[in-house]
């Protein structure tokens, strides 16, 4: 099974919460679902320090302080995906940093769950949960 790691970097704006989703590029992704930023891990690179390097590689954003909301498996292929998420300055505007993505923005949460890829979804309902969670105990 390949392994994958990216980041979900997310803000709060007026009780809003904001995720920061890539499009892959191309004219055969044209229809193709958002993600997160991600990429394969080289040799002997951690999972957190790959999804870093990757987010960084594509949107140009540096990624701070990062907490696991742990994988999930692609149903339609073997690949498993792990997640690192991590709060976002308000002031960051990402950028198509490579040719593998043609948008990187931030999207509000309920916007990014429809246009998500299906199996990643999952990382927007952990994050709400945590971010929830963290409020109730504030």
Request: proline share 4%; charged share 30%.
């Amino acid at each position: 099974m390949k392994h994958s790691a990216g980041t979900l970097l997310y803000r709060k704006q007026e009780n809003e919460i904001f995720v920061l989703l890539v499009h892959p590029s191309g004219n055969y992704n044209r229809k193709a679902p958002w993600g997160i930023p991600k990429g394969l891990p080289d040799e002997g690179e951690e999972l957190e320090a790959a999804a870093r390097r990757e987010t960084l590689e594509e949107t140009g954003l540096i990624a701070g302080d990062l907490i696991e909301l742990g994988f999930v498996d692609y149903t339609k292929s073997r690949k498993r995906i792990f997640c690192f998420a991590g709060l976002a300055a308000a002031d960051w505007t990402p950028t198509c940093a490579s040719w593998e993505i043609d948008k990187a923005e931030f999207l509000s949460l309920d916007n990014a769950k429809e246009i998500i890829h299906d199996d990643q979804r999952e990382f927007l309902i952990r994050l709400e949960m945590l971010l929830n969670s963290a409020g109730a105990n504030a």
